[in-house]
């Protein structure tokens, strides 16, 4: 509906009539929580792994590594879990 609405279109070899694209708008998929998902399950001691199909579009990087480090108090906490 939006690139309709906005007569959005994109050029494609073989189209005779540039197409409307698919837009991403956060109505569909809540953004959020996929990033969250993808933190949560991916998440190392190093840092975060990029899971391998989200790779190209971070310049092939692996790893997010942590830039911080933990507060004590999580890491209490992250002790007690195991």
Known sequence: YQARRLDTRVRLPGYAQAP????????????????????ENHQTEAGVA??????????????????RALPAA??????LAK
């Open 50 to 67: 990029v899971p391998p199909p989200l790779r190209p579009f971070l310049m092939g990087q692996e790893l997010l590594p942590f830039t």
């Open 20 to 39: 409307h694209p698919h837009m991403l708008n956060a109505t569909l998929a809540a953004t959020q929580r996929a990033l969250t998902c993808l933190l």
């Open 74 to 79: 999580a890491a209490a906490a992250r002790k």
